[in-house]
């Protein structure tokens, strides 16, 4: 079945730095979805990306469908507390393994 | 609006034994799916049901199984539990857009943690 490669698997950060993750699939995507998982919850949808090129921002998040159409990046600025969680990509009944982001205050 | 609602929260199994989890979708979302999430394995795919009909299956053995009744509510079972079941199972409902499409945007319940001893 399809996989989807997350990377990195965990980052530890101080707060206020900013942090990339990126996701690619051995399949061509119309559509990308970024979640994230707060301890003791489900995923929640923090953006969603329906054309390839596409640049889309949520507050401190940006994330990118790339060109291909095999690729996704997750940017967020300015890191906080709260930011600490299990950040997934998703496609087509897919998700990747996720990036487990600590924060260092 | 009231959440995806999946019960039991927490439920301890031994091995050979079965489980019935239960999950209600948000009023309205007429697609429910399942996961199951472990540390090792991540989020896998589990089922997708629409319209009381099983429209996709993940890569599961037949152990795992599942429906949804005409009101959306979904039920998954496990038979014969294996140590290896040991897991968060995600139930997640959404308005659809197409079926198996990554368009489908998924909200999640909180899970029901299942340990089996």
């Known amino acids: 079945g399809q996989q989807l490669n997350q990377s990195p698997q965990s980052m530890f950060i101080q707060e206020g730095e900013d942090v990339s993750m990126n996701c690619t699939s051995s399949?061509?995507?119309?559509?990308w979805l970024w979640y994230k998982q707060d301890p003791g919850e489900g995923p929640v949808l923090l953006i969603a990306?329906?054309?390839?090129?596409e640049l889309t921002s949520n507050g401190r998040l940006t994330a990118q469908f790339g060109i291909t159409r095999k690729d996704s990046f997750l940017n967020i600025s300015a890191s906080i507390p709260s930011d600490v969680g299990i950040y997934f990509c998703?496609?087509?009944?897919?998700f990747g393994k996720g990036t487990r982001l600590s924060v260092i205050a | 609006k009231a959440g995806v609602t999946q019960t039991p929260r927490y439920l301890i199994k031994t091995r050979g034994q079965q489980v019935t989890l239960s999950c209600s979708p948000i009023?309205?979302?007429?697609?429910v799916s399942w996961y199951q999430q472990t540390p090792g394995q991540g989020l896998q795919f589990l089922f997708e049901?629409?319209?009381?009909?099983?429209?996709n299956k993940g890569n599961f053995p037949g152990r795992f199984s599942g429906r949804q009744f005409s009101n959306s509510r979904s039920e998954m079972n496990v038979s014969t539990l294996e140590l290896g079941d040991s897991a968060l199972y995600l139930c997640?409902?959404?308005?659809?857009?197409?079926?198996?499409?990554?368009?489908?945007?998924?909200?999640f319940g909180a899970g029901s943690r299942l340990t089996v001893l």
């Open positions: 997640a409902s959404s308005v659809v857009v197409a079926l198996g499409s990554g368009a489908n945007v998924l909200t």
């Open positions: 399949s061509i995507f119309n559509t």
């Open positions: 009023s309205g979302h007429r697609s």
């Open positions: 998703a496609g087509p009944l897919v």
């Open positions: 990306l329906y054309k390839a090129g």
């Open positions: 049901y629409f319209s009381e009909t099983q429209r």
